[in-house]
């Protein structure tokens, strides 16, 4: 609840995508929190296909499924999350895909998906990563892209 009160965000969609997903939205208590999770409590979250060249699992059967849903979403589309928590049924995803929607402030069926996915926000760019942390020669070296693009994003969110 410590979030909440000094109005750090006002609603989060919390979607864990791995073996017994439930149990990590089964911690949550605070307000207006949707959370999802692609496998029950002692259920796999299994793999949609593999790579048999280099062996490996490319997709997980929640995440495909969501993805595909989301490749329609513009910014006026009309759909609402209740349509989203029914994306891919234990027939499709080989698991129970377990969702909470009790802690959120309003029925899930009038809350549009554009909510969470397909908005645009304006952003300001605040300081510079070497601006922040001082110019030391390890980020260049150690942060790959995507590290970056997470740092960036926390510090846009820590300076608001």
């Known amino acids: 609840m410590m979030f909440i009160y000094p109005l750090r965000y006002h609603e989060i969609l919390f979607i864990v995508d791995t073996c017994q997903a439930a149990s990590m939205g089964q911690l949550v208590y605070s307000p207006n929190i949707i959370t999802v999770g692609s496998s ?40 609402t999350m209740d349509q989203f928590l029914t994306i891919c049924p234990k027939s499709q995803c080989l698991s129970t895909v377990v969702h909470r ?6 029925p899930i069926r009038t809350v549009p998906v554009t909510d969470f996915f397909a908005s645009v926000r304006h952003i300001e760019a605040g300081p510079s990563i070497s601006e922040t942390f001082g110019n030391q020669s390890m980020w260049a070296d150690e942060l790959q892209p995507r590290q970056v693009i997470l740092l960036f994003s926390i510090l846009l969110t820590a300076s608001r």
């Open 101 to 106: 929607t009790e802690l959120l402030r309003r």
């Open 40 to 79: 029950a409590v002692g259920e796999d979250s299994l793999s949609l296909h593999v790579d048999n060249d280099i062996g490996v699992f490319m997709s997980d059967r929640y995440s495909y499924h969501a993805s595909e849903f989301l490749k329609g979403i513009t910014p006026e589309s009309r759909q």
